[in-house]
């Protein structure tokens, strides 16, 4: 470094330097009185080594505040000149965001054709929001568009909107169906507000709307998303929350949607709504002094809910005379309860619940004259229904301990928690109530008139009853033994969690009055490694020879019950020091975060949302899996469905990587959808293949491309198969 105090001019050799996430190296660079640099064999590139991999070798230039200008300049890789090149350059340098053309990738689809993907352009709109727009187009005749956009205020609020639109040729050519392209469409916008923007208000948005066969006809949008491929459903939700009168009360409302894909079905929430008041003991006083009394302890709440909803057909929403499917009712609940402890062992819990439903829309039913044919009306008006019930509760631990004075097992403790709950409901189906009528329907015998159905109607038939629930734990003790420091080091381990079985037994009812016993638990195996849940249901009572449900109990045939429901579930991987190294990196994120340019900042976020979307050369291998297993049988007839998926990825070398992620379908006796990824650690470049080898979605691409520099210190690799906003 060379600075003359006459002239005011500097002279530096051998310059590096970072600029908005790239790296500009010079030989020689001068700088003047007017905060001008010169800069002599220069070389730009996003590879962060002292000798980059890459970059635009720059003969000559000159650097001011708003621009640079450079001499002829040409693209240069591992040392190998490329003959493109440029004789002059001129850059502005504006203090805003700018845009640039976004680059396609090819490949093929085995349906589609041959496709040229997310060709499209980058707006830098401002310091608040930008946006992309990218199409795709397939040798086939099918065509995609889709426009991302972000937005983000700090300290105020952030979020993103995706608008996504289809026209997919599917099937042979020359048939009616590829004639007639289907048109598809989807909508994502995520919001969220800081808490520190308004205290006590919240507003956030989860939106993903659009034709339930999008995801299908498109391949979730070329990504061949699995997740995506295989949902069933879609949902949104836009929500709005205040807390007043010093915490008292807490008021939310939300529009919400929920779309069933395999069904055709929708279901639309416009709005719904709930004020919430926090529980307080109406006898207590303020200045009360020592414990409280019982009285004292009573507690009182209040809630309220209301909603106005429709439930239909996609293909008949937007029909003439939709409006008047919508039900609209609001829910009252004010609940009372008091909780003592009796005999220091015993925790007693007695309550009182109070429920008023109001509704704009009754149901009626009534038998066509001639047919008999059952009709139900919706008569619109103002209509009130209430109900009430009365619970009493006794809860205890119970505690049992077996000691072993040989082996690896100290003990084994088991810790019981049974519960007896009574519970009382008047029969609100009966005439005096007036909430229900009988209809006879011919032959086909009595139909219900039904107050409002967005809460349901009070409850039908007494109910006086009595409630059991048992809850069990049990673990073992290991002998403790001693580390290198003579310190004594015991390890629990658990064998049975939260086991537990209940049912209930109504007094009130003439037959079957003992219910179905269910029961679920979970546990761990090898080290907490392969964790398992299951529940399943028990029916006490026979089945006839004809499936039908008899009153006596199956004990008295020698069966203590009928197993009518078993399910069962597990996912394990065989590499937790993969589970490891990704929360290492995720706090890695939040040290880097302090420090770095806006576009590292806007990367390491895109990390910490989504550790999943990026593949880590660190972790040498990783196997993972999960199974679901399905047993039903209500009658003679029974069920089984079980499901398999395998997931993981392996390190061939330490710069070459392969994923893959399939499953087995037990019912069709097939592998699921498989796709087999391989990653290529370049440094400064990405280089992925992807392959999709069975299925409707068969296909395969090739990605090459710079990868941005904060990822290289984190050793990452952009996943090209899940969905990138930018």
Same mark, same amino acid.
């Given at each position: 470094?060379?600075?003359?105090? /006459? ?42 080594? $002292? ?84 199409? *795709? ?15 983000? /205020? ?5 979020? %993103?909107? +995706? ?35 308004? $205290?006590?208000?919240?507003? %956030? ?47 939310? %409302?939300?529009? #919400? ?36 009394? @019982? ?11 209301? #909603?106005?909803?429709?439930? *239909? ?14 039900? *609209? ?22 309550? &009182? ?85 009988? &209809? ?37 003790? /290991? ?18 969690? !939260? ?16 219910? *179905? ?19 399943? +249901? ?37 590499? +937790? ?33 989504? $550790? ?7 972790? $040498? @291998? !990783? ?75 068969? %296909?395969?691409?090739?990605?090459? /491309? ?21």
């Amino acid at each position: 470094l060379l600075f003359n105090y /006459k002239t005011k001019k500097g002279k530096s050799y051998g310059v590096f330097t970072d600029v908005e996430g790239g790296y500009l190296q010079a030989r020689q660079f001068k700088k003047n009185e007017y905060d001008e640099g010169f800069f002599r064999n220069g070389i730009y590139s996003t590879c962060n080594l $002292p000798h980059p991999h890459f970059g635009i070798h720059i003969t000559r230039g000159i650097v001011t505040k708003k621009q640079i200008v450079t001499g002829p300049a040409y693209l240069e890789i591992e040392d190998v000149p490329i003959p493109l090149g440029i004789p002059f350059g001129f850059f502005p340098k504006p203090n805003k965001r700018s845009g640039g053309v976004l680059f396609p990738t090819f490949g093929e689809d085995a349906q589609r054709g041959f496709y040229m993907r997310d060709l499209g352009y980058y707006f830098g709109i401002s310091d608040y929001w930008d946006m992309a727009v990218r199409g *795709t187009l397939y040798s086939k005749g099918s065509y995609e568009g889709n426009t991302q956009a972000r937005y983000r /205020k700090n300290y105020k609020y952030d979020g %993103s909107l +995706s608008l996504r639109y289809a026209s997919s040729k599917l099937g042979i050519e020359g048939t009616e169906q590829f004639k007639h392209p289907t048109k598809d469409f989807n909508i994502v916008w995520n919001h969220s507000q800081r808490p520190e923007a308004n $205290p006590g208000t919240t507003f %956030s948005a989860s939106v993903n709307a659009g034709t339930g066969s999008y995801f299908q006809n498109t391949a979730a949008g070329g990504t061949y998303n699995f997740d995506q491929l295989t949902r069933n459903s879609l949902s949104s939700n836009i929500s709005y929350g205040k807390v007043f009168a010093n915490g008292l009360f807490n008021f939310t %409302s939300s529009l #919400s949607h929920r779309q069933d894909l395999q069904l055709g079905t929708i279901f639309l929430e416009l709005p719904s709504y709930s004020l919430n008041m926090t529980t307080i003991n109406p006898f207590d006083s303020k200045n009360r002094v020592g414990e409280q009394k @019982w009285f004292q302890k009573i507690t009182m709440g209040y809630s309220m809910q209301g #909603s106005n909803s429709i439930d *239909t057909k996609e293909e008949l929403l937007f029909k003439p005379g939709a409006l008047q499917k919508f039900r *609209t009712g609001i829910q009252h609940n004010i609940p009372v309860n008091l909780s003592l402890n009796l005999l220091k062992y015993f925790q007693f819990n007695s309550g &009182v619940q109070y429920n008023e439903r109001w509704y704009l829309q009754t149901i009626r039913k009534r038998s066509f004259p001639l047919s008999g044919i059952p009709v139900i009306d919706t008569v619109p008006g103002f209509s009130r229904a209430y109900d009430y019930s009365l619970n009493t509760g006794l809860s205890t631990k119970l505690y049992g301990t077996k000691n072993f004075k040989k082996g690896k097992i100290m003990a084994i403790r088991h810790v019981m928690t049974p519960s007896i709950s009574f519970n009382y409901r008047p029969d609100f189906g009966s005439d005096r109530f007036g909430y229900y009528r009988d &209809v006879v329907l011919n032959t086909q015998g009595d139909g219900d008139f039904e107050k409002g159905a967005v809460f349901g109607g009070p409850g039908i038939g007494k109910s006086a009853g009595i409630g059991f629930n048992f809850d069990n734990n049990i673990e073992a003790k /290991k002998r403790a033994v001693k580390d290198t420091v003579q310190t004594a080091i015991s390890d629990k381990i658990p064998i049975l969690q !939260n086991l537990t079985f209940n049912g209930n037994y109504n007094f009130a009812v003439d037959s079957f009055r003992l219910s *179905t016993i269910g029961f679920s638990g979970r546990t761990a195996l090898f080290k907490q490694k392969l964790g398992i849940n299951f529940s399943g +249901s028990l029916d006490p009572y026979q089945l006839s020879a004809t499936g039908q449900r008899l009153k006596s109990f199956a004990i008295s045939s020698g069966k203590i019950a009928r197993l009518t429901q078993f399910g069962l579930s597990t996912e394990f991987s065989f590499n +937790s020091t993969a589970v490891k190294r990704r929360n290492d990196n995720l706090n890695q994120i939040g040290q880097n975060m302090q420090g770095a340019t806006p576009e590292q900042a806007q990367e390491l976020a895109r990390i910490s949302s989504d $550790p999943n979307a990026f593949v880590d050369f660190n972790v $040498p @291998w !990783n196997i993972s899996a999960s199974y679901s297993f399905q047993y039903s049988k209500f009658a003679l007839k029974s069920s089984i469905t079980n499901t398999l998926n395998f997931y993981g990825d392996l390190n061939v070398t330490p710069k070459w990587k392969v994923q893959y992620n399939s499953g087995y379908d037990f019912q069709a006796n097939k592998l699921s959808l498989t796709q087999i990824s391989i990653y290529r650690d370049l440094h400064c470049w990405d280089m992925a293949f992807r392959w999709v080898p069975i299925g409707q979605y068969r %296909s395969y691409s090739v990605d090459l /491309k710079v990868k941005a520099s904060i990822l290289q210190d984190l050793k990452l690799s952009r996943r090209r198969d899940y969905f990138n906003n930018f």
